[in-house]
């Protein structure tokens, strides 16, 4: 059974860098896309991009300049570093498996992260 | 961006209504199209991608339509555990984005 975890600091201070990691079981990470999602508390979700073991990455341009995925095939588990964070960064954060013909179908039960000092 | 507009965004409804929630894109996303159902406090699930396929396990209540940039997701017989919230995504350029969410309450 594949399953996904997120994991990292609850609390962050502002200006600082906020990072997570997705640790997969139960697959490989190679053959498929792994995003990142977000999503701040009553409020909609936010694509923040996706990686693939190949290196290829796609970021969502509204944070393309804070933002860097990377993916780590030896430990199986994929990674997000957003820099200068703010209270506007204050949400829950979701990985998940892209299969290629559909977005993610398989998430991490997220982690809420917090920014404040 | 390709902006999504979900409508409406609260839908009071009981067992058993049909119950119908849109989306409509800012630009066309052709069939690129998928809706998710997410429960409080847990991770989206996704139901539909490519505007109209079930995805393996998803009660046959539940059925998409449409292309370009109108969408609806249709729940034929609303059941108790469908009373929740439901997103559409598209996937067709980058960034992804998705709608504001339609909450489904109880009437």
């Known amino acids: 059974q594949v399953q996904l975890q997120e994991s990292g600091p609850g609390l962050v201070k502002p200006s600082e860098t906020l990072s997570l990691t997705c640790s997969l079981s139960g697959a490989s990470i190679s053959g498929y896309y792994w995003s990142w999602f977000r999503q701040p508390a009553g409020r909609a979700l936010e694509w923040i991009g996706r990686?693939?073991?190949?290196?290829?990455?796609i970021y969502n341009p509204s944070l393309r300049s804070r933002v860097t995925l990377s993916v780590d095939t030896s430990t199986n588990h994929f990674s997000l570093k957003l820099t200068s964070v703010t209270a506007a960064d204050t949400a829950v954060y979701y990985c998940g498996r892209d299969p290629g013909e559909w977005p993610s179908d398989i998430w991490g039960q997220g982690t809420m992260v917090t920014v404040s000092s | 961006d390709i902006q999504m507009t979900q409508s409406p965004s609260t839908l009071s409804a009981s067992v058993g209504d049909r119950v119908t929630i849109t989306c409509r894109a800012s630009?066309?996303?052709?069939?690129?199209l998928a809706w998710y159902q997410q429960r409080p406090g847990t991770a989206p699930k996704i139901l539909i991608h490519?505007?109209?396929t079930l995805l393996s396990g998803v009660p046959s209540r539940f059925s998409g339509s449409g292309s370009g940039t109108e969408f609806t997701l249709i729940i034929s017989s609303l059941q108790p555990e469908d009373l929740t919230t439901y997103y559409c995504l598209q996937y067709d350029s980058y960034p992804w984005t998705f709608g504001q969410g339609t909450k489904v309450e109880i009437k």
């Open positions: 630009h066309s996303v052709r069939t690129s």
């Open positions: 490519r505007a109209s």
């Open positions: 990686v693939h073991r190949t290196g290829e990455i």
